[in-house]
């Protein structure tokens, strides 16, 4: 799976390549993500988290 997409602060492109729940590249290298859900709500769902 490829996911391209602006960021959300600077507009500069973001590149994510992932297999099988793993990140084979991304770019920008010093990429950092940002999950807008509140961490007790994550173990509602484990396997999503």
Do not use: S
């Amino acid at each position: 799976m490829k996911i391209q997409a602006p960021c959300l602060d600077c507009g500069q492109p973001i590149t994510v390549e992932m297999r099988d729940g793993r990140v084979l590249k991304a770019e920008p290298a010093d990429l950092v993500g940002y999950v807008a859900v509140p961490l007790w709500k994550w173990f509602e769902d484990i396997p999503f988290a």
